[in-house]
């Protein structure tokens, strides 16, 4: 069975710094691969996601996320970051075969300072 | 847009009673889930469904039941709710030819008192 591991709990980071959460995966082949994003009282939007091809993807709101198979990761981006992104983000893989639904990683919580 | 509409935003129920979510979408999609949310422990997988009339176990079913009699709705059921569900649940659907993406309604957060 597949699994999600988003070490950190909780990130803050300064308006206009760079941001990266990480996500590390375990499944015995390349999955499915998202990222979501659910503000305070939401449900969850997707940012991005990766299926096969170019390693790395561009989603929403100026977020980009690389695969890298060696590392077994699928790491989120943003170049600066804007108030708004505060927010719980979501890393999800979902199996090629067998069982068609995601498996979620604990989330992170990204707090924006001004 | 996909609409995945749950029937409450908010729900308080006492410990025992039967209690029914229901979430419904209108996209003809196959596959309809239904997850928990709790803090630190992420979405956890409850139930999932691929068509109507069938359903399957999630990472996390004990305690709870569900039903899907149409393509477009899926309810989830406490038979009798106990203070260790008060969660957030979230229900998603997707469409069943191949893996796009899963979209998901606005959560209903349940209490048991």
């Known amino acids: 069975a597949q699994s999600v591991t988003q070490p950190d709990i909780h990130i803050t980071v300064s308006e206009g710094a760079s941001l990266e959460l990480r996500c590390n995966y375990s499944?015995?082949?390349?999955?499915?691969l998202f990222w979501y994003v659910q503000s305070p009282g939401q449900g969850l939007q997707l940012l991005l996601k990766?299926?096969?091809?170019?390693?790395l993807v561009q989603g929403i709101k100026g977020f980009e996320a690389e695969f890298k198979r060696s590392q077994s990761s699928f790491n989120l981006r943003k170049p600066s970051v804007h108030w708004s992104d505060a927010a719980e983000y979501f890393c999800?893989?979902?199996?090629?075969?067998?069982?068609?639904?995601?498996?979620f990683g604990s989330g992170t919580r990204l707090q924006v300072q001004p | 847009d996909v609409k995945v509409t749950q029937s409450s935003r908010y729900l308080v129920k006492r410990t025992g009673e039967k209690v029914f979510l229901e979430c419904v979408q209108d996209m003809d999609h196959e596959n309809m889930f239904w997850y928990r949310q709790d803090p630190g422990l992420g979405l956890r997988l409850i139930y999932f469904?691929?068509?109507?009339?069938?359903?399957e176990k999630g990472d996390i079913p004990e305690g709870y039941s569900v039903s899907r009699e149409k393509k477009e709705r899926f309810s989830l059921i406490l038979e009798s709710a106990s203070t260790n569900q008060t969660s957030m649940y979230l229900c998603a659907s997707s469409p069943g030819q191949g893996w796009t993406e899963a979209f998901f309604g606005q959560g209903t957060r349940l209490t048991v008192v």
């Open positions: 999800a893989v979902g199996a090629r075969t067998g069982r068609r639904a995601l498996t």
């Open positions: 990766y299926f096969s091809g170019d390693t």
């Open positions: 469904s691929y068509d109507v009339k069938m359903k």
């Open positions: 499944y015995g082949a390349t999955p499915y």
